[in-house]
């Protein structure tokens, strides 16, 4: 499902993100 894709690709872009900058959050 694309949608499942789009949750997938989100979640691992934030995950991503909140490696890189943990003081953001």
Known sequence: MVIL???IAGLAAY???AL???ERL
Do not use: A, K
Request: neutral net charge; proline residues 11%.
């Open 5 to 7: 894709g789009v949750i």
């Open 15 to 17: 995950l991503v993100y």
């Open 20 to 22: 890189v900058n943990p």
